[in-house]
C-alpha cells in the first residue's frame, strides 16, 4: 500500500497500472501548475480524448489536485489539473517494488 500526501491509500499495483498508460508521464511530467485538460493535452502532446480518460483516472488516484477557475469574462467555470507531488521514485526492496511520493 502507498501513502499519498494527505494519508489517502492507493494500492502500488493500482498504481503500477496507471503509470503504465503511455500518455500518464507526459501527463504528470507538464502538470506542474494548474492547466486544463485541453492545456495538458496540447503541452503533453497527447490526444484531448486520451487526456480526459487519463487526467480522470490521475484525480481518482490523488495524482492530480483539481480547482476550479471563473472566467471573468464570461463567468463559466474550468477545471484546472496540478501534480500532487514534485517527486515520484520506484525502490526494489524485499517486499517488492516500492513507490514514494514526495513534495
Known sequence: MLIINDGEAVAEQELFALMSAPAVPDLL???????????????????????????????????LEKSIMVDHSDGRHVSQYCRTFERMEVRVTDDGLRIELAG
Open 29 to 63: 511530467r507538464v502538470a506542474d501548475e494548474p492547466l486544463t485538460v485541453k492545456e495538458l493535452s496540447s503541452r503533453a502532446d497527447v490526444p484531448l480524448s486520451t487526456a480526459y480518460r487519463e487526467v480522470k483516472r490521475l484525480h481518482e488516484a490523488a495524482l
